[in-house]
Structure formats: structure tokens, C-alpha cells
């Protein structure tokens, strides 16, 4: 059952998560009746109703002989666990910070999973001082459109080439043509580039996963592909059809393809 697994992803027990599930659908309740309605063991019961009252996920009437009991309401436990959370996660934050040394290196790493990915990408725009460049397909400009609101209020530069249906109004932004897309495999692609310091190149084809590197070579490489296909379509815009005319038949094709979506 989902609703039993997230609520021991959140410190509940087992034999916790049923006996408060139990009482939200039935309350107040005796210990026995409890049991019978949780599917706990009698003998199991009331450690489990003592632990869920300590902890404050269940109120108790404290009658020894006819002791009822009732759950804290799912808002107001919820919305505790949140806050404790919160504290805990800055908490965590600061001190692991003091820990977290970082060094320039060479080096190429690679990272796993969707959450993850997003959040390194999310960070670097978050972290970035002066400038990012990104390639972001409609699901990456989904999970990265608050990060980027953020930092081009705080007036970071931003230049971003979608590949997707998505719409986006910060900073230089184009529309990469479908079918270039398709021939550069860049839909199922994610590319940030912050500070011309790092870069992330990520594949979200299945199980995301990414490369991330502050090797200086590479990264100029990824910003100046990102900068090259943003100044293509600026001049193409400038062109006209005339002038178009001058090229030769497989660059009109490139080119015409911007005009396409």
C-alpha cells in the first residue's frame, strides 16, 4: 500500500503507520479495538499507540481502566513533520557546508537519476554570478523555470535554446528546429553551462543521467555551441529571404529551418 510506505518514508513504524490509519477512520478507539481495526497484534498494540503519544501523533484521555484514544489531525501532523523537517534540512545545510571543500579539476564525473540531475543543474543556476547557458527540452525547462526566474531577476545573463513546445521570456531565448533537434539528438538532451565554469550534459532518454565538468576545454566547447546556435538564429532573422538565396542549397536547408516551427 502506498499510503503505509509513505508514511514509514517519514519515521513511522509499521505497526505505527496501521494504527494511525485505523484511527483516522475510526475514532476515539480502545486498544482492543485498535487491534482489531489496524490488524496490529493485541500484544503489540500498545507499544505502538505509547510510541504514536509520545511523539505526539495521537491524544489519549489517560483512563487507566477505559484509556481511548484518537489521532492527531493528518494536517496538523503533517504540517509538524514539515516544520521539523525544514529545521533539520538548514540545519544540515549549514553544517555540511562547513565540510564541503571544492576544487578545480580536469576532471569529467558523471550523475544518476532524474531528482539528481535536476537539482545539480538547478544549483548552478542558482550558484552562477555572471552568466548560463542552457539546451532544455519542455521537462527540464519545467523543473529549472523557477531557478532561472530567480537568477534573471537578480540580472543574470541567460541564453537558452528550447527543443520543445514550452514557452520561456528570460533573457536571449530561441527555438531549436525540430528536425535539427532530431538530427543532433538534442530532444531527449539537457546542457547548462554556468560562468563558463562548468558545464552539464545530460541525456533524459530513460533513467537520466549526465556528465558534469569544469575542464576548461570542454566547457568552452558546450558554451560556444550553445552561443553559436543562438547568434544562427539571429541571423537568419536579419537575413531575409533574398539574401537567403545567396547560400548554397544545404545551408538554405539549416537555415530554413528555423523559420519551420
Do not use: C
Not at 550553445?226 to 545551408?251: C, H, I, N, S
Amino acid at each position: 500500500m502506498e499510503l503505509l510506505g509513505n508514511l514509514t518514508a517519514i519515521g513511522f513504524t509499521e505497526y505505527e503507520a496501521k494504527v494511525y490509519m485505523a484511527l483516522l477512520r475510526d475514532n476515539p478507539a480502545n486498544g482492543y479495538q485498535v487491534s482489531k481495526r489496524s490488524g496490529v497484534p493485541r500484544s503489540m498494540v500498545y507499544e505502538a499507540l505509547g510510541r504514536l503519544y509520545a511523539r505526539g501523533a495521537v491524544l489519549t484521555t489517560g483512563e487507566a481502566k477505559a484509556q481511548l484514544y484518537r489521532p492527531l489531525p493528518p494536517d496538523v501532523l503533517l504540517d509538524r513533520y514539515d516544520q521539523e523537517q525544514r529545521h533539520l534540512i538548514n540545519d544540515l545545510r549549514d553544517e555540511l557546508r562547513a565540510l564541503h571543500t571544492s576544487a578545480d579539476e580536469d576532471r569529467v564525473w558523471s550523475i544518476a537519476g532524474h531528482s539528481s540531475v535536476l537539482s545539480y543543474a538547478g544549483q548552478m543556476v542558482r550558484g552562477a554570478k555572471r552568466e548560463a547557458w542552457l539546451v532544455l527540452n519542455d521537462a527540464a525547462l519545467d523543473a529549472l523555470r523557477h531557478p532561472l526566474a530567480a537568477a534573471a531577476k537578480r540580472g543574470l545573463a541567460l541564453g537558452t535554446l528550447l527543443t520543445g513546445d514550452g514557452e520561456l521570456a528570460l533573457g536571449q531565448v530561441a527555438r531549436h528546429p525540430r528536425r535539427e533537434s532530431e538530427a543532433q539528438e538534442l530532444e531527449d538532451s539537457m546542457v547548462v553551462v554556468a560562468d563558463n565554469a562548468e558545464a552539464l550534459i545530460a541525456s533524459t532518454n530513460g533513467e537520466m543521467n549526465a556528465t558534469v565538468t569544469r575542464n576548461r576545454q570542454l566547457v568552452l566547447i558546450a558554451r560556444q555551441f550553445l552561443w553559436m546556435e543562438l547568434f544562427a538564429q539571429r541571423v537568419y532573422r536579419r537575413l531575409g529571404a533574398r539574401l537567403l538565396t545567396k547560400l548554397g542549397p544545404e545551408d538554405q536547408k539549416i537555415l530554413e529551418g528555423y523559420a519551420v516551427e
